[in-house]
């Protein structure tokens, strides 16, 4: 029996990345970014939605890699992650957003014995596709570490 899961794939630097879409709430434009002071570089600052402050992270600068640059296909991925049996709402920069993917369980390869164990804990899984791997990422794993000091309402 085929267990098929939905991914919505995006690219943050030069590489794809996808996460499962029960972690997504919604998808939104790049829009002005409220600095928040004395807080750690990943930590972007908050963005209004629906009338509440979104706290909004850099996924490049979360994944290790160098600060964003903001053009026309920057989105903010809307999730909702579960740290310590917490939920909350949290924005993911990202470079652009790519396509909602139907991924076989069967298709997806363990992720390759390299890297910090950081990394180990957050990449659940390789998908390929069109001559590309896709990263699959655990969201909640990806903001975990130092979430519950910077992700203060739960919702």
């Known amino acids: 029996m085929e267990n098929i899961n939905s991914y919505l ?15 997504i709430n919604s998808i939104i434009e790049y ?8 807080m750690p570089d990943f930590f972007l600052g908050v963005v209004e939605i629906r009338g509440e402050a979104l706290p909004v992270v850099d996924s490049r600068l979360k994944l ?5 640059t903001i053009t026309p296909k920057s989105s903010i991925i809307v999730t909702d992650v579960s740290i310590e049996n917490m939920k909350y709402s949290v924005g993911i920069l ?4 790519s396509a909602v993917l139907e991924i076989n369980e069967l298709d997806i390869k363990e992720p390759p ?4 164990i950081t990394q180990a ?3 659940i899984g390789m998908y390929h596709n ?14 975990a570490s130092e979430g519950k000091l910077y992700f ?4």
């Open 64 to 68: 290790g890699l160098s600060n964003s």
């Open 113 to 116: 014995g390299i890297g910090s």
């Open 130 to 143: 069109s001559n590309k791997f896709i990263m699959l990422l655990d969201l909640d794993k990806v903001l």
């Open 121 to 123: 804990n957050f990449i």
């Open 31 to 38: 829009k002005h970014i409220t600095k928040v002071p004395d």
């Open 152 to 155: 203060k309402t739960p919702i």
């Open 94 to 97: 990202v470079d652009e957003v």
């Open 9 to 23: 794939s995006f690219k943050i630097g030069d590489e794809f990345y996808a996460a499962n879409v029960s972690y």
